[in-house]
């Protein structure tokens, strides 16, 4: 435990790491401890069940200085749960990328040609988050494993979740996370599934009696003092070979939480309808994770919205919201289109390169831009809301009943646009269409209106000094945001 004048204590858990080099034997054990605030913080007090452990440098102290890193990611209560911020009070808007077999560096026939380092950097560019299966699921290594079975030999069955391989852990999966930490990337690492059933079995542990808390202490201990590591529970949770249940995985999420010691983002992946009410027992959530593959903005819009009130009114993420590519049919505008309509629906939303089923970035990784087309106007998106969009004062607006409706400010509109708004300061409307006459009536006061086109990575301002009512078109593109901003 550590202490801090200004702080009861802080519980960090320690783990087994073998030779501290990827071996696995040896007799080194870490900690990893984060300090979230300035001072002297001590090392107060070490239990351990081996005796040569026990009290093992207490007293030890080290003292804090400011940093300029935005730290942890933390559900804001000021904008009512709906959106992120980061411990300095920033909030950075999200997309997320999908490559769920990359720590493996193998697909179909041999290696990728990749490596986790690059691919860590290189996605970095353009999204600030990637999930990912911390095994190697359809695609593993066929000598490193993440597991040890019972006479010591590497296996990737999650059976033997209670033995984790420090060869694995440390080379892959430190790799990752590690890398992502530093580039500011959200390491979202998904601990059960998802695909193979060595991947999907381990948080059943049926090697270890149906218990997988050593497993998730050990993960805990490990990876929940990074301010960039989020976990996602299991893919899929619902649907796959072997399924879970809500209890279960209620029970699983409680334990979990009580071994991290900082505001951990965590969730699970569910299937393609909305979130279960009944995972919102035990406080262990604190983000809600949807999949639907959607083309539309609307459809993409209320897919988030609606499911913000079911989860108990916490941030909201498609994270299956479209893969681009032959795979699912979704072209590189579906996949914009969706994306702006996720944010208008008050959320976030994840991509992935799918050329195939099984097959292309979404699962082994080796990600270049160059494929996954849609990664250069989703960067510009998100610079452009980071830059000029105060979002996380926002909420979503009821649609338009009619075409022709109203929706806000905004009037005449189709009935396939959707808007936010912060009553008396700003507003956004996102189309996917042309038309003509679209009004807005201002409140008052001087108001700058601009123009994103997502598609044509255009920005342009139309008015510096608009007041009253304000009548525009909206062009032809499948993804445009209007941003209105009171100037006084």
Known sequence: MFSHPLVDGVVVWGFWDGDGKGGASGDVYKVRFCPDREGVWTLAEVRSNREELAGEREGYSIRCVGSDHPGFWVADSATQGRWYK??????????????????????????????????VINTSKYFNKIRFSVSGDRYPHPEVKPFLDDKGKAT???????????????????????????????????????????????????????????????????????PNVWICLCNEF???????????IVKLGT???RFLPN??????????????KGLNEGGWHDHVIIQRKLKKLPDAAEW??????IGGKAPVIDDELAYEGKGDGWSEGDVIEAHLGAFLGGGYGTTGHKPAGK??????????????????????????????????????????KEDGGKTSVFSNVDKDFRAMEWKGREYVLGTNGRRGGVRARLPKGRWVVTRYDVVGKKKRVIAEDARGVVEFETPGSRAVLFHFERKD
């Open 86 to 119: 980061r411990s300095d009070g920033s909030h950075p808007y999200i997309f997320g990328d999908t490559l769920y077999s990359f720590l493996s560096e193998y697909k179909v026939k041999g290696p990728t040609g990749g490596n986790i380092r690059d691919d």
């Open 156 to 226: 990737d069955s999650g059976e033997f979740c209670h033995r984790p391989n420090p060869g694995w852990w440390s080379g892959r999966v430190d790799v990752a996370v590690r890398t992502a930490f530093e580039v500011d990337q959200i390491a979202d690492m998904i601990l059960n599934g998802p695909d193979a059933y060595d991947s999907r079995c381990i948080l059943k542990a049926a090697k270890n009696g149906g218990d997988a808390t050593p497993y998730l202490r050990y993960v805990a201990a490990r990876y929940g003092s990074y």
């Open 238 to 248: 619902d649907i796959k070979k072997p399924k879970y249940s809500t209890k279960e």
């Open 255 to 257: 334990t979990m939480r």
């Open 263 to 276: 505001p951990t983002p965590m969730s699970i992946h569910a299937s393609q309808r909305d979130w279960h």
């Open 304 to 309: 988030v919205s609606r499911n913000y009130g």
């Open 359 to 400: 097959q292309g970035h979404y699962f082994w990784g080796n990600f270049k831009a160059e494929e996954h087309k849609a990664a250069d106007n989703l960067k510009w998106l998100r610079e452009q809301i980071d830059e000029n969009v105060t979002f996380w004062k926002m909420r979503p607006v009821g649609p338009a």
